[in-house]
């Protein structure tokens, strides 16, 4: 087994390779490119870490680089079987085959040759950063990476046999420890054979053979056989010796292959036909209690000497440590004639007598006489029989307070209060009648100020102070003053003093200020089902729950810490033992380990990102990604590398473009992202591992999304350069067709005014020519040439003025309005009649087009002609001007003007109505006999 630098774990099997990350294995055979299933050594590689060097048995070496494995070539070198690794401070490494040592550098392979070849090389050892250790079956050999000079080790002393070696490690104080096959310990320093320690092992087997041989740095060396786990303290090798755990003690199985400790003081055990399991860093017993009766609410304790008191089905066990420190333990047999039931609840009082429930309704009391380093002598001192109210009840809980005085729950009668020095004289009993809301009360406890707390089934709390105890009324806590679940099962009190309730549906509760204030699991509690509570030595309280045993204490961040060892057992009862261990009951076993107060450095877990699907294809996630519009169905894996209560690692993640704020704490190791918009995005990840404890940096990736290529911004470019294109293409054509137009238009006005305007002129002449001819003719004639003329000199007018309004060079509105002034004056004139002509409101730079401007050209004349004919007046007013959005031409003149009675317009006048009409303005007349007469034309324009 190896652990990288990233923290995965790495086993090696006969049948594969397997990598762990604390949710799954990924393995590798040789479908994977392996030479060999069979996988003997492995190491990483330290100049690229990450990448992992495997030695196999059969196949040889060969390195695992970005999920490709590659086998080794010792250039026709017959070295298939790998029997150890390691990788010095060079990135050089050293691998030991069946046909000696090779140093692999890169892609070079050199074959290690010593004078004296070295054969059968067992294990390799770094000491520092210059030192390599090679032990083989004969010898001990110190490589130096400095000088290049191999020495080997005298390891004989006088009147001791040659002894085969099998394993060898360096602690970190540079000393060399050696195993050999007949179970002694020899031990170098300074590269000198200082002495050899007869462990006492090769006396207890047959074969004492070392599989490996590790050291904790904690003064522990681990010895692996096929027989068990050895624990051998360093500075204690021979007395008191090691400690051998087998299947005993939780072993899967006696035969051990390979060990490991892990970064965070895990024991990883590999076994030759069981895998692998997981073993706290501590030392851990298990003791099966006899008939497992304390599969429940049982209540056990702790003597003044230390010695623990379990009731079993028939008797109580006693556990203690002898002044070896071994384990011993020792079941009292118990006479049941007499009692009505079996032992289900153990408690000293304060005169250090053991009280023993039995049954129903039964309470015996033992003088426990002690041994040195034997089991405790009991007798039976007194026997009680308690009131029972009915059949069916019986002891639920009892406690001994500080006076001594028994507190006993009956089940439907309450709380039984007896004095244990007077016969067990009855003192009250609080029940329903005494303000107690339940006469079933599952716990009892007496906090620092002597108060007594009751736990109800289900109505809460109640509590008797210091001065009350014996005839005051409870007072009654419920849900509503905080409790966040009526069901009590434990009390007992925190570090700084207030009291804690454990509850069996909502988790822990804290007393303070009057009320009652949930600590759940939003807080980090594990279970919200909490079974026992109990003090430790350094002031942390045990919580034992549903799930496991955690420790708390609301003056550490974070306030609770998951005690990995027991992680996943119901914790029945649990309570410190010599402030050396911590011992818990579970379900029909007792447990024990080392108690270590919780240090506030503790390591924060790495966290990496695994895996990125994207539409349900895997993506490489050390590559820059970019991904197309339609691939923006994204789902990330994420894995913290913490291995002491894998189960409970929790996770926070965010991704920035889309996430406010951090998303609450989650176990899943994968979140999907679906439909998500072209843009840039980063995913950020941390973990939290069991003791609460958050990854210092968070695992990030980045992505981009592209926009659909009609969103780039070269498309948008090359489409606004086309329309631009467009746009131009046909302004310009239209501006072709526009002076197209304009030519003809002049054309046209030319041709009108060169043909027809002079063949209208020489009508106009020969019409004259003609009157004169006939002057002395017939009158008729003379009249009909007289029309004639007329009607060509009115048709040239017309003419004219057509020709005028559609040349191009008249288009501007002021040219309209001087040919309006020019005609003006130009009859008015003729007449004598005085004219005013205004433009206002910036009227002259109206843009109208051609039909209006020849409309209202046309009017003007209409209505100038009608008032020379028929007005007889002296002034005319013209005022032309803006007025809301309009464009109104008034022409007045203070004439005869027109009798309504006998109004009838014209053709003149209705001519310019239809005019008006036709551009889409008004025509309005005004007009009163002996008045005068104004025309008014109104036409919407836009200014």
């Known amino acids: 087994m190896s652990q990288d630098s990233r923290g995965f774990l790495w086993i090696g099997t006969r049948e594969g390779l397997c990598l762990y990350d604390g949710n799954a294995f990924t393995i590798y055979t ?43 070539n010792f250039h026709g070198t017959e070295a298939k079987y790998v029997l150890a690794l390691l990788a010095d401070p060079r990135g050089v490494l050293w691998c030991a085959t069946e046909s000696g040592i090779f140093q692999i550098d890169e892609d070079s392979v050199h074959r290690f040759l010593p004078q004296s070849p070295i054969l059968n090389v067992r294990s390799l050892a770094l000491e520092g950063d210059s030192t390599i250790w090679i032990c083989s079956d004969d010898r001990i050999s110190r490589y130096s990476l400095a000088t290049a000079e191999l020495k080997n080790i005298r390891m004989v002393l006088d009147g001791h046999p040659a002894v085969t070696f099998e394993r060898l490690c360096v602690d970190l104080a540079g000393i060399v420890w050696v195993a050999a096959i007949d179970g002694s310990i020899f031990e170098i320093r300074h590269s000198r054979f200082v002495t050899r320690h007869d462990t006492g092992i090769r006396g207890i087997e047959a074969n004492g053979t070392f599989y490996f041989l590790v050291d904790d740095g904690e003064g522990n060396l681990w010895a692996g056989t ?8 360093k500075d204690h090798i021979i007395a008191p010796g090691p400690t051998k755990f087998t299947t005993k003690n939780g072993l899967a199985d006696d035969f051990l292959l390979s060990f490991l400790i892990d970064h965070e003081h895990n024991l990883w055990i590999g076994y030759v036909s069981k895998g692998l399991s997981k073993l706290p860093s501590r030392n851990i017993v298990r003791f099966l ?50 009692s009505a ?41 007194q026997e009680h029989v308690l009131p029972q109210p009915s059949r069916k009840a019986g002891i639920l809980c009892f406690m001994f307070d500080h006076n001594n005085i028994l507190w006993c729950s009956i089940q439907g009668l309450g709380v039984y209060v007896a004095d244990v020095s007077s016969g067990l004289r009855t003192i009250r009993i609080i029940g329903s009648k005494e303000g107690l809301h339940s006469t079933s009360c599952r716990t009892l406890y007496e906090d620092h100020d002597g108060t007594i707390w009751i736990g109800g089934f289900s109505e809460g709390v ?43 549906l909502g988790g822990l509760s804290v007393f303070d200020q009057g009320r009652f204030h949930a600590i759940t699991t939003q807080d980090g509690l594990m279970s919200a089902v909490i079974r026992s509570m109990a003090k430790t030595p350094s002031g942390d309280v045990m919580v034992g729950t549903q799930r496991g045993l ?24 649990c309570g410190a033992y010599r402030d050396r261990f911590i011992w818990v009951i579970t379900t029909g076993e007792l447990l024990l380990y080392e108690y270590q107060p919780r240090s506030v450095q503790l390591a924060p877990p790495p966290i990496y990102i695994t895996r ?21 169905n994204v789902i990330l894996d994420y894995v913290g590398i913490s291995f002491k209560n894998e189960q409970l690692n929790r996770y926070r993640y965010r991704m920035l473009e889309t996430d406010s704020d951090w998303r609450p704490p989650t176990k899943q190791t994968s979140v999907t992202y679906a439909a998500l918009k072209p843009g840039t995005y980063t995913f950020e990840v941390k973990a939290i591992n069991s003791d609460g404890v958050e990854s210092t940096n968070s695992a990030s990736m980045s992505f981009v ?16 350069i086309l329309v631009l294109t467009i746009i131009a293409i046909v302004y310009r054509y239209r501006l072709n067709q526009l002076l197209k137009i304009e030519r003809m238009r002049t054309q046209i006005a030319t041709d009108l005014h060169d043909d027809i305007g002079a063949s209208l002129t020489r009508i106009a002449l020969f019409s004259e020519v003609a009157k004169e001819e006939a002057a002395n003719a017939s009158p008729k004639l003379v009249e009909m040439a007289e029309k004639i003329g007329t009607n060509a000199r009115e048709l040239l007018d017309s003419v004219g003025t057509l020709v005028w309004s559609i040349d191009p060079r008249h288009d501007r509105f002021e040219d309209v309005i001087t040919n309006l002034k020019n005609f003006a004056q130009e009859m008015f004139s003729m007449k004598g009649i005085d004219h005013r002509f205004t433009v206002q409101n910036q009227a002259s730079q109206l843009n109208l087009p051609l039909d209006a401007r020849k409309n209202i050209l046309l009017v003007f004349k209409e209505a100038i002609n009608n008032i020379v004919k028929h007005a007889n007046c002296q002034t005319v007013v013209i005022d032309l001007a803006l007025r809301d959005g309009q464009f109104e031409m008034q022409i007045a003149d203070d004439g005869k003007g027109i009798a309504s009675t006998i109004f009838r317009p014209g053709h003149g006048l209705m001519n310019m109505r239809m005019r008006a009409r036709a551009i889409g303005g008004e025509f309005d007349i005004q007009t009163t006999k002996g008045a005068g007469t104004t025309i008014v034309l109104k036409l919407p324009v836009k200014t």
């Open 289 to 338: 209690i006899p008939g497992g009766s304390a599969g429940g609410p049982a209540l056990s304790s702790c003597d003044t000497a230390g010695h623990i008191w379990v009731p079993g089905d028939d008797g109580l066990l006693e556990i203690w440590t002898d002044e070896q420190g071994r384990w011993q333990r020792y079941f009292h047999q118990i006479d049941l004639n007499r």
């Open 341 to 381: 039931g079996h032992p289900s609840y153990a408690s000293f009082d304060r005169q250090q007598q053991l009280c023993v429930g039995f049954g129903p309704r039964t309470l015996r009391w033992y003088q426990v006489r002690q041994r040195r380093n034997r089991h405790s002598i009991i007798s039976m001192t």
């Open 462 to 504: 109640a509590c008797l102070e210091r001065d009350s105890l014996l005839n005051g009324r409870p007072r009654v806590f419920t849900e509503t003053d905080g409790l966040p679940d009526g069901h009590i099962s434990r009390f007992t009190e925190d570090a700084d003093g207030k009291l804690l309730a454990g509850t069996i």
């Open 550 to 573: 955690q420790l708390y204490n609301p003056r550490h961040h974070p306030a609770f810490s998951v005690v990995n060892e027991i992680a996943g057992n119901t914790i029945w009862t």
């Open 30 to 72: 040789t479908g994977d490119g392996l030479p060999s299933n069979f996988i003997s050594a492995l190491v990483e590689d330290r100049a690229t870490p990450g990448e992992m060097w495997i030695g196999t048995f059969g196949g040889g070496l060969a390195r695992l680089s970005h999920g490709t494995i590659k086998r080794v």
């Open 612 to 632: 990125l699907s994207v539409n349900g294809k895997s993506r490489n996630v050390d590559q820059a990604i970019e991904l197309t519009y339609d691939q923006n």
């Open 705 to 720: 999304i592209l926009s659909p290529f009609w969103m780039r911004w070269w498309f948008i470019l090359l489409a606004n």
């Open 226 to 233: 096929q027989f068990g786990l050895v624990q051998i303290p």
